[in-house]
């Protein structure tokens, strides 16, 4: 690419982890000024092999995932040796009602048997209004069932099988919702700057959102303290302090106090230091404070409402802040 500003070729860096390969380069201008306004536009083509989670569709809206990759020599086979190349439940045929779809397998098992391609128009004509039964007779032409069924065996066990197979041609395609874009899972990553909670995006490594919902959804089924790991320890878990006479957690601070003392084994100056600690809350002017577990996000509030003139108060329970903390 080229930078306008710097007048100079800039170069970018494929940050994507999975392989990919260009597929075409095009150069790309406007009406105005076109010598000195031209653009370069490109196209990156990923291939990928269908795995489990891929979607797959018919035209006639018969869409669904591949739930599992069977081997080759473990299919279903016919008399003539042909094995299927996607098989599909027939559960759902009677609540898409998708009759299209299996006049196009009637069709296409005829044509190949013709050698012909077979156009089915929306308002074609038959004989007494039935495609099927036009189909059905071409089948039988060529010996097979009038309905496109088959006698299948068993690719393990090669015994025949005590059902009839619907079998005919289809033409299915892929669709671009594939597992590995949206397959997402995250342990500790990048956060949020302001609120410490983890930032959202599949790209920045961020997390799935908790929301309101899901947290009526354990309410519900009585897993409340799940909230707690969920919403607090797994996304913005600190400890302060809090001012057990004001219950201010903004004026808490850790006041540290560092004094000399004789020490010949201290070193050459023969001088030590010991530093004594102590949380201190600058509005009560008091140390009366206790280390308590609380969300960072909180801070933030009480801190945004401060600026508003509007006092946090926060009230304590001092055996149960200890125990948090002990748990902790």
């Not at 979607?55 to 279903?76: L, Y």
């Not at 039988?140 to 690719?155: A, D, L, Q």
């Not at 874009?181 to 302001?194: E, F, H, M, Y």
């Not at 023969?270 to 002017?285: I, P």
Request: hydrophobic letters at 35%.
């Amino acid at each position: 690419m080229y930078d306008k500003t710097l007048a100079r070729p800039k170069f970018t860096k494929f940050k994507d982890n999975e392989s990919a390969r260009v597929e075409n380069i095009r150069l790309m201008s406007d009406e105005k000024n076109s010598a000195n306004n031209v653009n370069l536009g490109y196209t990156i083509r990923y291939p990928r092999n269908p795995v489990i989670g891929d979607k797959f569709s018919s035209r006639h809206g018969q869409k669904g995932v591949m739930s599992v990759v069977w081997p080759q020599e473990d299919m279903p086979f016919t008399e003539s040796g042909l094995t299927p190349d996607i098989i599909i439940n027939p559960h759902a045929f009677p609540s898409r009602m998708t009759i299209g779809m299996l006049i196009e397998s009637l069709a296409g098992k005829g044509g190949s048997l013709d050698g012909k391609f077979i156009d089915v128009k929306t308002f074609e004509k038959y004989q007494d209004d039935d495609a099927i039964d036009f189909f059905g007779k071409e089948l039988v032409k060529h010996g097979y069932n009038y309905y496109g069924n088959e006698n299948m065996y068993s690719g393990i066990f090669g015994d025949e099988m005590k059902v009839d197979i619907y079998m005919g041609l289809v033409y299915y395609q892929r669709l671009r919702h594939m597992v590995s874009d949206k397959s997402q899972a995250r342990a500790t990553g990048p956060i949020d700057v302001l609120t410490h909670q983890p930032v959202k995006g599949r790209k920045k490594q961020g997390g799935i959102r908790f929301g309101e919902m899901e947290r009526d959804s354990l309410l519900a089924h009585g897993a409340s303290f799940c909230l707690n790991d969920r919403l607090m320890k797994c996304s913005d878990y600190s400890e302060g302090y809090v001012c057990k006479k004001c219950g201010s957690i903004i004026s808490c601070y850790l006041n540290r106090e560092i004094r000399k003392t004789q020490d010949i084994s201290a070193g050459q100056d023969g001088k030590a230091y010991t530093v004594n600690e102590a949380v201190f809350c600058r509005v009560c002017q008091a140390y009366e404070c206790k280390k308590i577990a609380l969300p960072f996000v909180l801070r933030y509030l009480t801190n945004e409402l401060s600026a508003m003139n509007i006092k946090m108060k926060m009230n304590l329970d001092t055996e149960m802040v200890e125990k948090t903390i002990t748990a902790k």
